[in-house]
């Protein structure tokens, strides 16, 4: 051990006191023990806690599956003709009305195959996690990571795009909402987000009812709008300003209308949100009630199936009354559609507010979806150790909580970056989906060349076409969108993936010193003597606990050490010291007058670790406060000395500590 620049230390000790001093023994202990302010208030928020054993009874039917998956695939129908719209209609003109429908096939005939492709990965995988297990287990832990950061990132987006179109849904049916368009998603975020970390059983209960009426409101939307073209037609609507402009009056002939192929496939790209939310369900298998697989694959087919007939029928009822997006979001075009549909009359006016609400309810709890994936997720990759392990944790009623609030602190400033506006948040959406998609099936096309399995050649056209589909949409995307966006997420995902790296890299690093030659060291020979050294600043309660603590401890030597810092304070300390008779714990007085209290203790330990026979324990007495801004009023002298300690071998540091504000009996202080 290097000595000390300074001054070396002189000590003395108080002698040794023969005359015992009895002691009153504490009261037995009450096994009542009160529960923080903070836990009632959990307890009062988010319900009593959930058992372990309870996990099993969390599981979900397909009922309410549906509300906690689906919501995010369902959703998109309401703003996917919208985003179309906005791409098509100031290059195309009018003509953008002829392509819709013609984009939105191609869009459903996506969806198709996806679906077809994730009832391979759900029946194969039934344990959940979806594309990161299935590209781990085919193609490697690292290529897993990309999958699983693109998938994380794009439910970062689903919350932040969801709670900004449910917000212009509510803001286009009252409009003097307008002005709080932030604070009103903000406030969704934290709305959904305390949903969730209930539980995920009661958080489906209360999403099933928007799910069930957003898709009740939009079979009324498309029976009476289908019954209204067929039956005399409907009326084109009136465009306001701040409108976007629409280019030309006429259609286009050929194939494309007159539109360029670029101009197509951009708005392709646009709609591709539709389609996104489909591996929600995949990743969360393990939610389903028994048998897991089966109930997930019967729910991914209605989800699909449902939310082709409310694309489709949106877009088509769009080409029947034209309507045009704005600038500002709102009015919504499934707003414009609405009131074509229901009309002016009372009850147009009941219906057309019932579509709003339904909407924004659908819209905003689309991020719920998220929410049931994000931290499950986040667990698969922490448990992998990629990211931190506070993520494997299920919290008060047995969901991920550290996953729920990550997730919502990340929406949330995304929401504040881009002011919660849609067309800002959409060239970020859907590229990191479809490139888990594209992960997911190849992963699954490999998989069925590995195994070889019944059925595993149908299995391997679906998924590998599936793959190829995937790989040209997120071609599409990202090109199409790079300019306006896309290219960000091309930044995010490796950076993520280099991070998660590196954090893995501690982790086995961390894993692999903590592992060494553990049995031997467990097996090592006990040191012959131990010796307890009780840090003392001052004689009070909390150094009166540390004796205590030290007498129980029964070593073969003990002995309390000051560092003076002040010699008068050290005087008057060793005079009490002797005044009240502390016999067995003979105090030694070290004197520092640099005043590196830190060096000065660990030249006391190193002094009675120099025989090399001996393991020394040193008691550092500290103060707890009942209110954290308290801590702020001391310094952290301690934590500074058991981190400089903890690199000497066998010298082991405890905490001793004393709860300032708690009412302890008294006793009187000695040694016998």
């Not at 679906?462 to 949409?473: E, H, I, K, P, R």
Request: charged content about 20%.
């Amino acid at each position: 051990m290097a000595q000390s620049t300074a001054a070396a230390p002189t000590r003395r000790r108080a002698p040794d006191v023969v005359h015992p001093v009895p002691v009153a023994l504490p009261p037995a202990p009450d096994v009542d023990v009160p529960e923080s302010l903070g836990y009632r208030l959990k307890n009062r928020i988010l319900g009593p806690p959930l058992h372990t054993e309870q996990l099993e009874h969390e599981r979900l039917g397909i009922p309410t599956a549906l509300a906690v998956f689906a919501s995010d695939n369902l959703s998109s129908s309401a703003y996917a003709t919208e985003e179309i719209l906005r791409v098509l209609l100031p290059v195309a003109g009018v003509a953008a009305f002829s392509l819709v429908l013609p984009i939105t096939t191609a869009l459903l005939a996506v969806l198709f195959l996806l679906i077809l492709s994730y009832r391979e990965t759900i029946k194969e995988y039934p344990t959940a996690g979806g594309a990161y297990v299935v590209t781990r287990d085919n193609f490697g832990i690292l290529p897993a990571q990309v999958a699983g950061v693109a998938l994380l990132t794009d439910y970062v987006l689903t919350v932040s795009v969801s709670v900004a179109a449910g917000t212009d849904a509510l803001t286009s049916a009252v409009r003097p909402l307008a002005p709080w368009h932030v604070p009103i998603a903000l406030a969704f975020i934290g709305i959904i987000t305390l949903g969730n970390l209930r539980g995920v059983k009661e958080s489906g209960k209360v999403f099933a009812v928007p799910t069930y009426l957003f898709i009740g409101m939009m079979a009324v939307l498309l029976t009476v709008g289908v019954s209204k073209v067929f039956g005399g037609g409907l009326d084109h609507v009136h465009v306001h300003e701040g409108a976007i402009k629409v280019s030309g009056d006429s259609i286009g002939t050929g194939f494309l209308y007159g539109a360029g192929l670029w101009l197509v496939l951009k708005a392709f790209a646009s709609g591709g949100a539709a389609v996104t939310g489909v591996e929600a369900i995949s990743n969360g298998v393990t939610a389903f009630r028994r048998p897991e697989w089966r109930n997930a694959r019967r729910t991914l087919v209605i989800m699909g199936s449902a939310l082709g007939v409310m694309f489709l029928g949106l877009s088509y009822l769009a080409t029947q009354v034209h309507p045009v997006p704005y600038f500002e979001g709102t009015p919504t075009v499934i707003s414009q559609i609405g009131k074509a549909v229901f009309g002016d009359g009372t009850s147009g006016h009941i219906l057309f507010f019932g579509l709003q609400a339904a909407t924004m309810l659908i819209l905003v709890l689309a991020a719920n979806t998220s929410f049931a994936d994000f931290p499950r997720l986040a667990s698969f990759q922490a448990g992998d150790s990629f990211m931190p392990k506070q993520l494997t944790k299920r919290g008060h009623r047995l969901v991920f909580s550290n996953g729920i609030i990550s997730l919502a602190l990340a929406a949330a400033v995304l929401v504040i970056a881009t002011e919660a506006k849609v067309d800002r948040l959409i060239p970020l959406y859907a590229v990191g989906v479809f490139t888990s998609f594209t992960m997911s099936q190849s992963g699954m096309a490999r998989h069925h060349l590995r195994h070889k399995e019944d059925g595993w050649r149908r299995g391997l056209l679906v998924n590998g076409v599936g793959a190829v589909v995937s790989l040209v949409v997120a071609i599409i995307i990202l090109t199409t969108k790079f300019t306006h966006g896309a290219w960000i997420i091309c930044i995010i995902i490796p950076v993520m993936v280099y991070f998660l790296t590196r954090l893995n890299n501690q982790y086995e690093a961390e894993k692999r010193e903590l592992a060494h030659d553990a049995k031997t060291a467990a097996e090592a020979p006990v040191f012959q003597r131990h010796t307890v050294l009780l840090l003392v600043e001052q004689l009070d309660r909390a150094t009166a606990k540390g004796i205590r603590y030290a007498r129980s401890m029964l070593p073969d030597e003990m002995r309390a050490v000051h560092i003076a810092v002040d010699l008068e304070a050290a005087e008057r300390l060793m005079d009490d010291w002797l005044r009240l008779g502390l016999a067995r714990m003979p105090l030694e007085i070290v004197d520092c007058p640099d005043r590196r209290i830190v060096r000065c203790v660990m030249e006391v330990v190193s002094e009675a670790l120099a025989d090399g026979r001996t393991e020394v324990t040193i008691l550092v007495p500290r103060r707890e406060y009942r209110r954290s801004w308290h801590r702020l009023l001391h310094d952290h002298t301690g934590d500074a000395i058991a981190k400089q300690l903890s690199r000497i071998p066998h010298a082991n540091v405890t905490f001793v500590p004393f709860l300032l504000g708690e009412h302890e009996p008294e006793l009187e202080v000695g040694v016998p």
